[in-house]
């Protein structure tokens, strides 16, 4: 009797129910670096947009020092993008975003944009007392699409509403250094969305690029279409642009100061990215 129980429940096979819906799906999700590791994989992505892709050469020979760091990012959070192959794949980083407050710069490393914009107009004037600082935007290459922005974005704002940020502000780039080539580009960001004097923010002297601004520009789609989808964003979300620009030789750009006070943020624009 025994026996026959044994062998019954040796021929006996269990069905298993595996669910495959979204195992094999990609997946993307962005959220703040919570580790030193996170935060690394963030500055290998910077490493790799910033320099590699674009020069198609390493700077270093040693893997653990091929990335993008300074003396801001300890002081700062770091929004990660993270892409999943599938369900069993592990976790890469394809977007990051930094973020600063006002607080911390003022109390420990000072602003990142002070480097190439003179902020004294901005942060003396007292109109607005808990600001953000965005710099080192990236994206791969190989998800370098609007999807993967909103999703940064979307994480800024919800940043933005828990730290009760009245504005924000930083650098964004075109990719290009020779300012002739981008002349009527940044002639109509000057002429169309300039921060108001009160508050203005100025390129350094020593940094500022000759453009003579006197010059006008006509307004076209084709215009519009290559301005870099960073700032384009920007524009549709109401933002002011600061006065000059800089060319950043280290990594071969040209840089606007952008500023964004979050109570004249399109609502309509975000409601679509959030």
């Avoid at 965005?134 to 979307?154: G, P």
């Amino acid at each position: 009797m025994i026996k026959n129980t044994i062998l019954a429940y040796s021929n006996h096979t269990k069905k298993i129910y595996l669910h495959t819906k979204n195992v094999f799906k990609p997946q993307f999700f962005a959220k703040l670096a919570e580790s030193k590791s996170e935060i690394k994989q963030a500055q290998k992505l910077r490493y790799q947009v910033f320099f590699s892709d674009r020069n198609k050469k390493k700077v270093f020979n040693i893997s653990n020092f091929r990335k993008d760091s300074d003396k801001y990012d300890n002081y700062c959070d770091h929004i990660i993008v993270n892409y999943k192959q599938s369900k069993f794949s592990k976790n890469k980083v394809i977007g990051t975003y930094r973020l600063l407050k006002q607080h911390v710069a003022e109390q420990k490393i000072g602003f990142y944009s002070a480097e190439e914009y003179n902020l004294g107009k901005l942060i003396y004037s007292n109109q607005y007392t808990n600001m953000l600082e965005l710099s080192r935007s990236c994206i791969s290459e190989k998800f370098r699409n609007k999807n993967v922005l909103q999703l940064m974005w979307r994480e800024i704002y919800n940043y933005i509403n828990t730290n009760k940020i009245d504005a924000m502000f930083g650098t964004a780039s075109f990719l290009e250094t020779d300012i002739n080539k981008i002349n009527e580009q940044l002639l109509f960001l000057q002429q169309n969305y300039k921060m108001p004097e009160n508050i203005e923010v100025k390129a350094l002297k020593n940094f500022r690029a000759k453009i003579d601004y006197s010059k006008d520009v006509k307004l076209s789609f084709k215009l519009i279409k290559s301005l870099p989808t960073l700032i384009k964003g920007y524009i549709k979300l109401n933002a002011y642009i600061g006065d000059g620009a800089v060319v950043d030789h280290k990594f071969k750009t040209t840089d606007v100061f952008v500023f964004l006070p979050v109570n004249r943020i399109n609502k309509e624009y975000v409601s679509k990215i959030i």
